[in-house]
């Protein structure tokens, strides 16, 4: 019994240690100078970073780094900052979003993922990390796949073989952006919620729960009955596919029909092809849901 008592206390002690040294690594990383913390002034609104934050080096999907964003002008003297009594650089700008750019920038490079809150709107969000030149701005409206919300694949195990069929890498981080049983079933519901944002996945079930979709790196905005321009609203994407979960099948678009991947009406539903092969019409509860 002594024994036994002796080795717990001793696994115990060695476990706390293992601990603590874990959590002095952690700390270290945030180990910095004084010299290395900046003080924003953005439109009144007070914001305390470092540096290397600001300039920190970022890479895309491809191991390559993204171009200087426009904070790093600003702090390595490329462009002559205003400071305000505080000797803070101020910066005329609405601070409403500048919070959630500083804190993906933070998040950038590290073990911790950045996660936007439901809150936040992610079209005016783009808007100002395209202002300060954040180039994986289009990554903030994203999130993990665990955090993947659908009522269409509501199972671990489904959201997996979504990826898998889809040839998405497994860090590829999603957001659900509209949901026609939530935000309503017409087209300008569709549109209000998914116009402007690029890179979007759709996904459908039918009555008869066959699930399907499609994919775009385009946006759905463009062509309205009163500005057709004559292109029938098409739009141009060669890594454009639509998919049968049902059937674990994805078909790759032609490279004949390149220009005609995608079709952008206010009048309809997410619509792929030219002919067309998968539309979802205006009001699609009430209404025939039509599959090539």
């Not at 950038?108 to 936040?120: G, H, Q």
């Not at 017409?186 to 996904?203: E, G, P, R």
């Amino acid at each position: 019994m002594v024994n036994k008592d002796a080795n717990k206390m001793v696994n115990k002690v060695k476990d706390e240690e293992t601990n603590n040294d874990n959590m002095i690594k952690q700390f270290k990383k945030y180990e910095t100078i004084e010299s290395d913390i900046v003080k924003l002034n953005v439109g009144g609104t007070m914001f305390s970073t470092l540096k290397t934050t600001l300039t920190k080096k970022i890479e895309d999907k491809d191991g390559k780094l993204y171009l200087p964003n426009m904070f790093e002008s600003l702090v390595d003297g490329f462009v002559k900052p205003k400071y305000d009594e505080n000797k803070a650089i101020f910066i005329d700008r609405n601070s409403k979003y500048f919070g959630s750019i500083l804190d993906y920038l933070r998040m950038a490079n590290t073990d911790f993922e950045y996660e936007l809150a439901s809150s936040i709107d992610k079209t005016e969000l783009l808007k100002e990390a395209k202002f300060w030149h954040v180039e994986v701005y289009d990554q903030m409206i994203k999130c993990s796949i665990k955090n993947f919300d659908s009522l269409i694949l509501n199972t671990e195990d489904a959201k997996k073989n979504l990826f898998k069929i889809c040839e998405f890498p497994s860090k590829t981080r999603l957001k659900l952006l509209y949901q026609a049983t939530t935000d309503g079933f017409s087209a300008q519901n569709f549109h209000s919620k998914c116009d402007h944002a690029k890179k979007t996945l759709t996904i459908i079930k039918t009555t008869g729960n066959y699930i399907f979709g499609g994919y775009t790196e385009q946006s759905w905005d463009g062509y309205t009955e009163q500005s057709w321009d004559g292109n029938c609203g098409f739009k141009r994407d060669p890594n454009a596919f639509i998919f049968s979960f049902t059937n674990n099948v994805k078909a790759k678009i032609n490279p004949a029909y390149y220009e005609e991947a995608i079709y952008c009406n206010s009048s309809y539903g997410p619509t792929f092809g030219s002919g067309y092969d998968l539309y979802i019409s205006d009001n699609s509860n009430s209404s025939t849901l039509e599959k090539k």
